[in-house]
């Protein structure tokens, strides 16, 4: 496959992870992740999930949960290597903005998700200055 149609593949599969996040739909969360290759989880604030059977709990876990909150990405951008990817993104849950890492991976000749990781972003503050020129040491 060339890299444009992996490209759309990825971002077309990106957003149909969203899409099962904000439906709730556990069978298309489920559907997306890979069946044979390590698949690994870290929720906002969870410690780090290994496995399908416990990524998949993880999820069905938070797709219970009523929350009626549209779960988007944006400025997703794509970085291919060999049969890996990752689509980095923000994640928009209602006024939350959190930074997301989505690993892909080709599993029988598919892109399947292999890895999810999101985590909040600190709000831009105005009064924070930035030097011209950075001190010579940091630490």
Known sequence: M???TDRDTLLALNQAFYRAFTNRD??????LWAETLPVSCIHPGWTALFGRDAVLTSWRDVLRSPSGITVEARNERVTLHGNTALV???ETLGDAVLAATNLFAREKGNWRLAHHQAGPIAPARADLEIPAKLPRRLH
């Open 2 to 4: 060339n890299d444009m």
């Open 26 to 31: 556990a069978a298309a969360m489920e559907a």
């Open 88 to 90: 980095v993104c923000e």
